[in-house]
């Protein structure tokens, strides 16, 4: 250790204070909160967000510029940000990959 930084039997320590305080989670809704949606509701979602798909890949396809694409996959994204959350169109998850299997060459 260095000089000086040693502990010397006798010298007072500091009490000991909380740096960081503790976060308290409310167990309440934010009143903001959306009402899950009808299933007619969702069913149209669906439909918008498999159409704005197909309209994004025809642009991409069709080599439209950077800035059109851009604005066609924001429109995209914001349709799917109002599905639900685990729904199988709304992607965002990794797919677990399989481990390879050691063949036996016996």
Known sequence: MEDG???RAGVELPTPRIII???EVSEEQPADAEAPIS???????EAEVAAQGLAVRALK???APKEQLNEQ???LLGLKARLPDGHELK???K????GKRASSAT
Do not use: I
């Not at 299933?39 to 979602?45: G, Q």
């Not at 797919?95 to 399989?98: D, G, W």
């Open 5 to 7: 930084n040693e502990l």
């Open 21 to 23: 305080p503790r976060l």
């Open 39 to 45: 299933a007619d509701e969702l069913a149209s979602l």
């Open 61 to 63: 396809d069709a080599g």
């Open 73 to 75: 996959v924001g429109v």
């Open 91 to 93: 992607g965002g998850k």
């Open 95 to 98: 797919k677990k990959k399989k």
